[in-house]
DNA sequence: TTTTTTTACGAAACCGGTTTCGTCTTAATT
DNA sequence: AATTAAGACGAAACCGGTTTCGTAAAAAAA
């Protein structure tokens, strides 16, 4: 059995409460009963056990971030940045993954109610449905705070990236490079950032005079991955030589590069590609690629200070929203020597 | 205000212990009492609060995973494995990263105590000092398992792989490709999986020979990325001309391929590669990266998986050990085509 | 010296559950 | 008919802290 409060005012013969006083150093305590009760409670190596008072006072000093996955650089890099933020806080992080499932969200999120964190920061799967109600539930309850993939429809705060302009910008790149028949492999689901990416493609085709079809210049892939390929692979291979590849996420351009290959296509001659991606080892692929990196570390910063400012009452959620640059890195696959 | 089982039965005006029993299905309460309890609760949209029962029962259904980051591909599919075993079993995961700073791992592990977490999963930093006493404290207290850098001196469970022998085996490995200066770029610190590493090196190096001076074959690399990288450099620029080299961790695999960028040297062809590393894209290097990888989610499930034995009181921790196989992958960097 | 204020501490309620134990009603047993 | 057993529920303790409030003693003010 651990010692307790309890135990130390029975030894030490005084109150419960006046050890409870005396630890958290009350100046209701004299100086000699707090020396008395520090003394003996390093003694006994006592631990206060930390959900015990956190039923009375509702902090569990925990947060939760939910995220798809963690085998990913942008939010393992995220994770980095919001634990540097919770660690200086004295805040726990629970970590839990959805899979892109959105079963799997909402009976997270359904657990989340229980108390068991004091916050939310969240990356929604991308299977996630329109009309699931169990997000704006808890924004009511706790403060939630969306990093990257966000939600539009609820109204609390949001921490992204200038999709649409560095979308925009990679499309701009490629056609600098040359490209004349471009496509944009668009991951699975309905989030609003790869809408917003989707946008900025069409935009730049746009301007630039080489808007066609929208259905056979923006492909959407699958949540499979082997059918995934299959899509990518016949793309590539169509009448239609394409020669500019725009990837809305890391795992695609993977796949492009596999497809590339089995394929016989030539990376950069033949086709360009540049993906969204926070792969640090980019660089030493081969050939090394372009990408659109999103500060992935600053992100997990900025949504974890959003969240103890909104602990601390210094906000207002609903109003905050934080919007940080992509930075674009030209490279091997965009025919950089 | 949430709503707690006072509420309900002050409403149903019915004990307060009427309303727990019903809602746990007792069979103490009546199916007709239990159709009113759970009806109500329902219509009040009650969820249960995650910490009031921990306190009585000691049960968090909480588990902490500590460790040195997570931007890194052997943990994060780790901890995939660990989070799919909690996941199955109710639990949530706290995340804690110590960033191979020993002060920060015993912050974290002294805050463990407090009754947070029922169990703790740990791959200990690199810079963990010999003499620290909190993780057998630790481990007194609350099951503790270590996986993969495990501290030899704290008797409880442990899950490894077999660093010994597929060090060993990519040694070989280096020979058969023809490579007769070999050096093992060693991990900074004192961790117990490194000196198995260097231990199957040099095994290998003995069975063929090619022994001469340890300290001229084994480089312990610092903690410190760029003076590791001056360390490699001159490593690979001296005088004795090295042609084989093996990565004791990942990282130092992508500053070797740096390296031999900036020397000019080729990969595979004046200098080969192999690492022990979690990379999936290992393939997609330039060149292609062999690796020595380990099966980092299943040792995150078979943690896991020992850890809630231990909770279930079926094992004692103290007796288990499991050995999981690396595999070794071929790829150009040692040469196959 | 009397009154007021301050200091230092204790008793008890409280947070939201679980669990033990006692009691009353009803049904089964002898 | 008397006794026993089972069924259904409530009162209260408990887990380990925090916080409110009351009070005795000492110090300061009148």
């Given at each position: 059995m651990s010692v307790t409060i309890r135990k130390i005012a029975k030894d030490l013969k005084i109150a419960v409460s006046t050890v409870s006083k005396a630890l958290?150093?009350?100046h209701e305590i004299s100086e000699e009963t707090k020396r008395k009760v520090f003394e003996y409670a390093r003694k006994l190596d006592y631990v206060p056990n930390a959900y015990a008072g956190s039923?009375?006072?509702?902090?569990?000093?925990?947060?939760?971030?939910?995220?798809?996955?963690v085998a990913d650089t942008f939010f393992s890099n995220a994770i980095n940045g919001i634990d540097s933020i919770a660690h200086t806080k004295g805040y726990h992080v629970l970590v839990y993954l959805t899979h892109e499932s959105s079963e799997r969200e909402e009976s997270i999120l359904?657990?989340?109610?229980?108390?068991?964190?004091?916050?939310?920061l969240i990356s929604v799967s991308g299977g996630i449905k329109k009309d699931s109600q169990i997000h704006a539930q808890v924004a009511k309850e706790l403060p939630l705070i969306f990093f990257d993939r966000v939600c539009d429809e609820i109204s609390t705060a949001k921490v992204l990236?200038?999709?649409l302009e560095s979308s925009y910008n990679a499309t701009n790149h490629l056609i600098a490079k040359g490209c004349r028949e471009i496509v944009f492999f668009s991951a699975a689901g309905n989030l609003s950032i790869i809408n917003q990416r989707e946008?900025?493609?069409?935009?730049?085709l746009r301007e630039n005079g080489m808007e066609s079809s929208t259905q056979q210049q923006i492909i959407k892939c699958s949540e499979d991955e082997n059918e995934t390929y299959e899509i990518i692979k016949n793309v590539l291979r169509g009448e239609k030589k394409v020669d500019g590849v725009v990837c809305s996420v890391e795992k695609l351009a993977m796949q492009v590069y596999r497809a590339c290959y089995e394929c016989k296509l030539s990376i950069p001659k033949q086709v360009k590609v540049i993906a969204f991606s926070?792969?640090?080892?980019?660089?030493?692929?081969?050939?090394?690629?372009?990408?659109?990196?999103?500060?992935?570390?600053?992100?997990?910063?900025?949504?974890a200070t959003l969240l103890f400012k909104s602990l601390a009452k210094k906000i207002d959620l609903k109003q905050e929203r934080v919007v940080l640059p992509s930075i674009l890195y030209e490279r091997e696959s965009t025919g950089k020597k």
């Open positions: 958290s150093d009350s039923l009375k006072n509702r902090k569990t000093k925990n947060i939760a971030v939910v995220l798809p996955e359904q657990e989340l109610r229980g108390g068991r964190v004091d916050g939310v990236t200038d999709d946008e900025g493609f069409m935009k730049s926070n792969l640090q080892i980019a660089s030493l692929l081969a050939p090394s690629l372009s990408t659109v990196m999103q500060p992935a570390f600053a992100m997990g910063e900025a949504a």
